[in-house]
């Protein structure tokens, strides 16, 4: 089992609709927890963090965390053909400092 | 601020010859990682240092890749010598020390003929 899995790809939606990305991890102990945005041929770029139980709002983006389930997403309200990208989970096990694990990512299209 | 840099971007060389990635983190950013990604898949650690020591170097495969970060500021990563299995991104990526937040640069992309 992978310590970090996330929904298959490709994913494709239309504008304006909500995109909706899963992530599993396997370690309990897992502290916090990371949604990255990486477009074809660049880097990662951190658009989440979430640390505890619960919803997290920003902006279009909302993440939710559920420790029991061992279940993190992300949701894109009003997507818009600028978040076609892969979006990667991250989850760190550290209690102070960082050692990401990723997932494969998974790769969204908004259709115009 | 500037954020992290890397050096080259680009770098396409034949098997068996050795190849350098350069890092330079964000200013007064203590520690710095070194991750591979290839297509497709997430990005994985190869090693990371806090200061000038390198506190997980696990996933780092030391018959043939090294690392040094000499004054705890820039590093640099070498392979030698390279092997076609080897094609892929290098991303460096850094943060404060006892920060979970990491930031990457722009990576270089590696081809191995």
């Known amino acids: 089992q992978k310590e970090v899995e996330q929904n298959s790809g490709p994913l494709s939606v239309p504008e304006g609709a909500i995109a909706s990305l899963n992530c599993t991890y396997s370690?309990?102990?897992?502290?916090?927890f990371f949604w990255y945005r990486q477009y074809s041929g660049k880097s990662p770029e951190l658009i989440m963090s979430i640390y505890s139980n619960g919803d997290k709002e920003d902006g279009r983006f909302t993440a939710q965390l559920n420790k029991a389930s061992q279940y993190v997403s992300l949701l894109i309200r009003d997507s818009q053909p600028s978040d076609s990208a892969t979006y990667l989970c991250a989850v760190n096990k550290e209690t102070s400092g960082s050692r990401l694990t990723f997932g494969e990512g998974t790769q969204l299209t908004v259709n115009p | 601020e500037a954020g992290v840099v890397q050096s080259p971007r680009y770098k396409i060389i034949e098997k068996k010859q050795p190849v350098a990635f350069w890092c330079n983190p964000i200013s007064g950013h203590n520690t710095l990682y070194w991750y591979l990604q290839n297509l497709g898949q997430g990005p994985e650690l190869l090693i990371r240092?806090?200061?000038?020591?390198?506190?997980?170097d696990s996933q780092l495969p030391k018959d043939r890749f090294s690392a040094e970060r000499l004054k705890g500021v820039d590093s640099t990563l070498k392979i030698q010598p390279a092997e076609l299995g080897d094609s892929a991104v290098y991303l460096c990526?850094?943060?404060?020390?006892?920060?979970?937040?990491?930031?990457f640069g722009p990576g270089t992309r590696l081809t191995v003929l």
């Open positions: 370690d309990r102990v897992s502290q916090s």
């Open positions: 240092y806090e200061n000038e020591e390198a506190v997980d």
């Open positions: 990526a850094s943060s404060q020390i006892g920060a979970d937040t990491q930031y």
